[in-house]
């Protein structure tokens, strides 16, 4: 059975740093590739950031330079140190895991005000 359970949202002004962090259960986790999605209002949930069990990483094109993923695997933790935010990276957070099948987390809500 896996678990994630995010952290660190909020409300940051534009230019600004948040770090996310996400705990994550499971006997799974650390042989798991895991990642930050985001759903904006009324848009569909899109990738923000992959980093796999070697910490090989990949980020949308949206972020690249300002935000960064980095996980812990002998604490089973996640995070997303996130820079420079702008007021378009508001949006519900969800750690993920995918292991054949995906796993969310319940979502932690961003919001960079202008």
């Known amino acids: 059975q896996v678990q994630l359970v995010e952290s660190g949202g909020g409300l940051v002004q534009a230019g600004g740093s948040l770090r996310l962090s996400c705990a994550a259960s499971?006997?799974?986790?650390?042989?798991?590739?895991m990642g930050w999605y985001r759903q904006a209002p009324g848009k569909e949930r899109e990738m923000v950031a992959l980093i796999s069990n070697s910490g090989m990483t990949n980020y949308a094109d949206s972020v690249k330079g300002r935000f960064t993923i980095s996980r812990d695997n002998g604490n089973n933790t996640m995070a997303l140190q996130m820079h420079s935010l702008k007021p378009e990276a508001t949006a519900v957070y969800y750690c993920?895991?995918?292991?054949?099948?995906?796993?969310w987390g319940q979502g932690t809500q961003v919001t960079v005000s202008s």
């Open positions: 499971g006997d799974i986790v650390s042989v798991s590739v």
């Open positions: 993920s895991l995918n292991h054949q099948i995906r796993y």
